[in-house]
């Protein structure tokens, strides 16, 4: 029996290994079909780390390939599926942009099983296409299994089932074109698959964009054992190989498509295979430069698509013949009653080659006919030249187009679908004009398509249904790969590209009324999976730019109060229109805060392009991108560097700035530019280049904050900041925290402190301090007279060289900010520091974890009861309840103490919580304690609003 069975199971796959074969995984008329042989699938692994694999799966959505790269490794083909321990796994998710490869993945794993190359681990391995109706249509999980002998179905079915799907692998590929109500639920036949309730020893492999990643990671969290694995874009130097590969024939074309491709934008996009692939295919086409934004890249695809296919129905004549001669007769009586000067007529027909010289001279010598008569002489000569040659027919309505007195019957003769879209509400919105060189039938299917891709993408489904073959031919529809062929007897069809139907359908919604176009925009912009619709939403559309107008997009663009994003800043970008932009952004600042955890170089130049454009001041906040050294050099080359004439606050705060970009940022500095505040926090400056950045604040007349915390200054670069603090004379904050100074660097960065004028923040925490340039920093705080805030927080003071700075600060009149948190205070330290707030007007002390026990508060309480102190910090200190009292004791009665933190304090008693507590009941002028967790139940209902439960 058990034999039988096998023979069953093994009739299936040599079925499954035959229909593998079958299938074709890229169309001939669709891009990369000349070079599919060149074209590399590069997998890598997942990570466990969730942060980082977030930054990777932004990193993929916008092209930044080197982060991918550097945080993951390579999987080969061959291990898909399996651990490195050897066991396998029960789930695998392929995830990817749009057009980087997933599908062609999926087939080519089926077919090299069928093959026997890789995979022999399962005995079966089944690709469903999930775009497939029939797929989506299953309510049974035998529904999903076909073989045309119903016997060796059920046979294997059975066999399955009893083994709950072990050694079995099933890939259902496009998780993410199924309709959202398929993902998830009970009722989804491929989440139960997916979870692992039914067939739970099967082993699933998914493919999906990101955009429905959220929903698969739901159902995959279940799972024990899942495998994360992307497929990855083309990097620099198989953009490069593909090139050459593409042009090998063609040295000159190759080298006009270089220049092209400095272009940033257009560089940007051909990480994705098939983004380069139409490139390539558009630019060889047109012998020249196709496009710069997505819209015109896929008005152009659309375009050269709909071009062959008009050329290749000429080739059949009879089909030509006959459309040309029907629409002839159809106009026939309006021809002849409408043509005015039929002599004239001729001869540009004769000039055109589409009547012979006989008739011309018959119709311009013989006086005895009339006008009618000759009318009827050269209709009868194009009709009968049309039947010989049906591409005559379309010079013959260039002809008459050129004639104004002909207008109507030319415009009838086209059909409305020729004609100009509607101009509703103000805003014109002419679409056909992307497509104005083609026939009248062409265009009428091409509405039919975009109407199937609007209902499509509104419904949240893949195109599936059967089309007639004058639909089929235009080549934006291609077959469903069908694994089982002989399962339908008719084929279904979806676009070849889900980026092409959007594209589509965001084509048939711009001819819609303005009103109705709003209405779609407004409900879409906020649904990931339908980004790319508003998008060409935005490149397809024309906007006046009357304040009325310009206020309802941008209520939807950029609704008020909102920052404004990368996704919105694209949208702006593919109108082209830079006084759109200019009203859009109006004179108000603008934040510009980065969302997404990459950015890539079509991204940065974006954002240039949108700031360069506008007329206002820009804050832009790119911390911790992971920017590459190509996309860091858009800020200062793109409109030549342009950008920094409106930019007044960049954060460019963990992102890896090479010495090269540095000395970039540092020319600008030295230029006149709006820039007032600068962020390189943890941004890898090396030595050269933090010293480029540092002599262009030197000269630098604008600049108020410079951050440069976490990068490593030397004593050289040390001693050129403290040049530049002695000659700036705009700088009021400096950031220094964690820079690995030496004690000379950081004597001569103090030293530049004594004679700057305008400095008012300073932080050096985490930077080692010994006594001598403790001592030295008190002796000038004791003459400064512009420092706010000082930040020596964790800075490994001794008692003797804290005790130095704390005599300076007691002379100093300006200080109100004072950070000595993570540094030892004993009960000396404390009763100087104590005397030192008897005479300052310091509103804000922060003393986190400084060892602080009750001698040390009971010293420190003499003090404060003197002092102006708004905001007083004692998180983490080991003092007990004599402390707390004496703390009590100082609320009581103090005129200005608005917060204690006093979280973490683990000496702590009940007895001491009362004791604030009971104070905080009396004086209303604390607003906030802060305690710990444990100690809310002795809270009074009372203080609830003004007590807090952390050490923030």
Same mark, same amino acid.
């Given at each position: 029996m058990?034999n ?7 009739q ?8 593998y074969?079958?299938?074709q995984i ?6 990369p ?7 590399k699938l590069?997998t ?6 969730v942060?980082k694999?977030?930054i990777?799966t ?5 092209g930044n ?17 399996r651990?490195e ?7 695998i998710?392929v ?14 794993l ?6 026997k ?5 399962f ?17 049974k999980?035998?529904?999903l ?8 179905r059920e ?5 399955i089932s ?8 099933l ?6 074109e ?11 036949i491929f989440a139960?698959i997916?979870?692992g309730?039914?067939?739970p020893k ?5 493919t999906?964009r ?9 159902l995959?969290?279940?799972?024990a054992k899942?495998?994360y694995?992307?497929v990855?874009g083309?990097d ?10 593409a042009?090998?024939?063609n ?8 220049l092209?491709i ?15 692939? +139409? ?24 375009n ?9 129905a ?5 089909v030509?013949m006959?459309?040309?001669v029907?629409?002839?007769k159809?106009h026939y ?8 000067d ?20 018959k119709?311009?010598?013989?006086g ?11 209709i009868?000569?194009?009709?009968a ?9 379309q010079?013959f309505?260039?002809?008459?187009e050129?004639?104004?007195s ?7 003769m086209?059909g409305?679908?020729?004609s ?6 103000g ?6 004009t992307?497509?104005?060189?083609l ?9 039919t ?6 209902q499509?993408?509104?419904?949240d ?5 059967t089309v ?13 790969p069908?694994l ?10 979806n ?5 092409l139907?959007?594209f589509?359908?965001?084509w048939?919604v ?6 109705e ?6 409900d879409s ?6 980004a790319m ?9 024309k906007?006046q ?6 206020y ?5 663009v ?6 404004i994003? +990368?996704?919105n800043?694209h949208?702006?970008f593919?109108t082209?229109?830079?006084?759109f +932009?200019?009203k859009?952004?109006?004179n108000?600042e603008q934040?510009?805060y980065?969302f ?5 170089p ?6 240039v ?8 001041k820009?804050?832009v ?12 050099k ?13 930019i007044?606050?960049?954060k ?6 090479l010495?090269?970009i540095?000395s970039?940022?540092g020319m600008?500095l ?10 390189l ?5 090396q030595?050269?280049?933090l010293?480029e950045? +540092? ?5 630098n007349?604008r600049?108020?904050t410079l ?18 603090l ?7 904050q400096?950031?220094?925290r964690?820079?690995g ?6 004597e001569?960065?103090?030293k ?10 300073l932080v050096l ?5 010994d006594?001598q ?5 008190g ?5 400064n007279n ?8 964790d800075s490994t003071?001794?008692?003797?060289g804290l005790?130095e ?6 002379v100093n009149?300006?200080l109100e900010?004072?950070?000595?948190s ?8 404390a ?5 030192a707030?008897?005479?300052i ?7 986190r ?5 009750d001698?040390?508060?009971s010293e420190?309480c003499?003090?404060?009861k ?12 080991e ?7 004496g ?13 204690l ?13 009362k ?5 905080m ?8 304690l802060a ?9 009074p ?5 003004r007590?807090?439960?952390?050490g923030?």
């Amino acid at each position: 029996m058990e034999n039988k069975v096998q023979q069953k199971v093994e009739q299936y796959r040599t079925f499954l290994t035959a229909s593998y074969e079958r299938v074709q995984i890229t169309k001939d008329q669709w891009p990369p079909v000349q070079f599919q042989e060149f074209i590399k699938l590069v997998t890598v692994e997942k990570l466990d780390d969730v942060t980082k694999e977030d930054i990777c799966t932004e990193a993929m959505m916008n092209g930044n390939l080197a982060i991918v790269k550097r945080m993951k490794k390579p999987i080969e083909m061959e291990k898909i599926g399996r651990f490195e321990d050897g066991t396998l796994a029960s789930c695998i998710i392929v995830g990817g942009i749009p057009g980087v490869g997933k599908s062609t993945l999926a087939w080519q794993l089926g077919r090299r099983w069928g093959k026997k190359e890789i995979l022999q681990h399962f005995q079966l391995v089944i690709v469903l296409c999930l775009r497939d109706e029939r797929v989506q249509k299953a309510r049974k999980i035998s529904e999903l299994f076909y073989h045309p002998n119903t016997v060796v179905r059920e046979a294997v079915f059975e066999w399955i089932s009893t083994t709950l799907g072990e050694n079995v692998l099933l890939i259902l590929d496009g998780y993410d074109e199924l309709p959202s109500d398929f993902q998830i639920g009970d009722r989804s036949i491929f989440a139960r698959i997916i979870k692992g309730e039914e067939l739970p020893k099967l082993t699933v492999l998914v493919t999906s964009r990101p955009s429905a990643n959220r929903n698969l990671y739901q159902l995959c969290r279940i799972q024990a054992k899942c495998q994360y694995i992307e497929v990855v874009g083309f990097d620099e130097k198989e953009i490069q190989e593909y090139i050459e590969h593409a042009f090998k024939h063609n040295i000159e074309l190759m080298e006009r498509f270089q220049l092209y491709i400095v272009c940033p934008h257009i560089h940007s996009l051909m990480y994705v295979p098939i983004n380069c692939a +139409i490139i390539l295919e558009l630019f060889m086409e047109h012998k020249g430069k196709p496009s710069q934004t997505l819209t015109e890249l896929y008005t152009a695809l659309t375009n050269t698509l709909l071009q062959r296919h008009e050329q290749k129905a000429k080739e059949k004549t009879p089909v030509g013949m006959t459309y040309a001669v029907d629409l002839l007769k159809k106009h026939y009586i309006d021809l002849v009653g409408t043509i005015q000067d039929p002599a004239g007529l001729a001869g540009s027909l004769y000039s055109r080659g589409i009547i012979s010289k006989l008739v011309m001279s018959k119709v311009q010598q013989r006086g005895d006919l009339i006008t009618k008569e000759k009318n009827e002489v050269l209709i009868n000569a194009v009709e009968a030249q049309v039947t010989t040659d049906p591409s005559v027919f379309q010079m013959f309505m260039e002809v008459m187009e050129g004639e104004p007195s002909l207008s109507t019957i030319v415009e009838k003769m086209r059909g409305p679908s020729d004609s100009v879209a509607r101009n509703k509400g103000g805003v014109t919105l002419s679409k056909m004009t992307c497509f104005e060189a083609l026939s009248s039938t062409t265009l009428s299917q091409l509405q039919t398509v975009a109407k199937l891709a609007y209902q499509g993408t509104i419904n949240d489904r893949l195109i599936s249904h059967t089309v007639e073959d004058n639909i089929e031919s235009l080549g934006l529809l291609q077959k469903v790969p069908q694994l089982y062929s002989t399962s339908s007897p008719k084929a279904s069809y979806n676009f070849v590209h889900k980026t092409l139907q959007e594209f589509l359908t965001a084509w048939y919604v711009s001819s819609l009324p303005t009103s109705e176009q709003r209405v779609f925009v407004k409900d879409s912009i906020t649904k990931p999976h339908m980004a790319m619709t508003v998008r060409f939403m935005a490149g397809l559309s024309k906007f006046q730019t009357s304040s009325k107008d310009i206020y309802d997009w941008a209520s939807i663009v950029m609704p008020v109060g909102k920052q404004i994003s +990368i996704e919105n800043l694209h949208w702006v970008f593919e109108t082209e229109n830079p006084t759109f +932009i200019q009203k859009l952004m109006g004179n108000k600042e603008q934040t510009f805060y980065c969302f997404c955890t990459s950015l890539n170089p079509c991204d940065l130049y974006v954002l240039v392009y949108c700031i360069v454009n506008s007329s206002t001041k820009w804050s832009v906040n790119l911390t911790s991108r992971d920017m590459t050294d190509k996309c860091m050099k858009m800020l200062f080359l793109v409109e030549e560097g342009k950008a920094f004439h409106h930019i007044t606050s960049l954060k460019l705060s963990g992102n890896t700035i090479l010495t090269s970009i540095a000395s970039l940022l540092g020319m600008m500095l030295k230029e006149k530019n709006t820039l007032k505040e600068l962020d390189l926090c943890r941004c890898g400056l090396q030595s050269e280049g933090l010293e480029e950045v +540092i002599k262009g604040v030197q000269v630098n007349t604008r600049l108020e904050t410079l951050d440069l915390s976490e990068n490593t200054i030397d004593d050289m670069r040390a001693s050129c900041l403290g040049m530049m603090l002695k000659e700036n004379t705009t700088l009021k904050q400096l950031y220094l925290r964690y820079c690995g100074l030496q004690p000379d660097g950081l004597e001569d960065v103090i030293k530049g402190v004594q004679v700057n004028t305008k400095l008012e923040t300073l932080v050096l925490s985490e930077n080692t301090i010994d006594n001598q340039r403790a001592s030295y920093l008190g002796m000038i705080l004791k003459e400064n007279n512009t420092l706010k805030q000082l930040d020596l927080r964790d800075s490994t003071l001794q008692p003797a060289g804290l005790e130095e700075v704390i005599k300076g600060i007691e002379v100093n009149t300006k200080l109100e900010n004072l950070r000595l948190s993570d540094n030892t205070i004993d009960k000396k330290t404390a009763s100087c520091l104590a005397h030192a707030l008897k005479h300052i007007t310091l509103s804000d002390l922060r003393l986190r974890w400084c060892d602080l026990r009750d001698e040390a508060i009971s010293e420190l309480c003499g003090g404060l009861k003197l002092c102006k102190l708004k905001t007083l910090e004692l998180v983490g200190n080991e003092f007990g309840d004599q402390g707390a009292r004496g703390l009590a004791d100082v609320l009581k009665d103090h005129p200005t103490l608005e917060v204690l933190n006093v979280y973490g304090c683990g000496e702590l008693s009940g007895e001491g919580v009362k004791c604030l507590t009971d104070v905080m009941m009396s004086n209303t002028r604390v607003k906030m304690l802060a305690l710990s967790e444990k100690y809310k139940p002795l809270v009074p209902q009372k203080l609830v609003n003004r007590i807090k439960y952390d050490g923030l």
